[in-house]
């Protein structure tokens, strides 16, 4: 396979790893509920309230990372062992 074949593939397993990920979504949710905290412990005086919604960013980020775990599991997994080694190969060799 040409370079500009590796490169185009490359690119096109990028371009889906991108739009597939939830890690945008993870960190605009953690950092409204840390906006939120900060409203209800500073804003509103409700320190209780601001320190148990100060707990959701990092439950939401693990969450996060546990599925994005999952979908690089499955894809790793219908690749197959054979594919696997190759690209593992491929990335050391270009070191």
Do not use: C, H
């Amino acid at each position: 396979m040409s370079m500009q074949g590796q490169q185009q593939m490359k690119d096109q397993a990028t371009k889906e790893a991108a739009g597939e990920s939830t890690t945008d979504l993870a960190i605009l949710a953690s950092a409204a509920s840390v906006a939120l905290s900060w409203y209800q412990f500073f804003g509103r005086g409700n320190k209780m309230q601001g320190m148990f919604i100060g707990l959701w960013p990092p439950t939401i980020l693990a969450f996060a990372s546990y599925f994005n775990q999952k979908r690089m599991e499955q894809k790793l997994t219908s690749m197959g062992p054979s594919r696997i080694r190759e690209s593992i190969e491929q990335i050391l060799s270009s070191r």
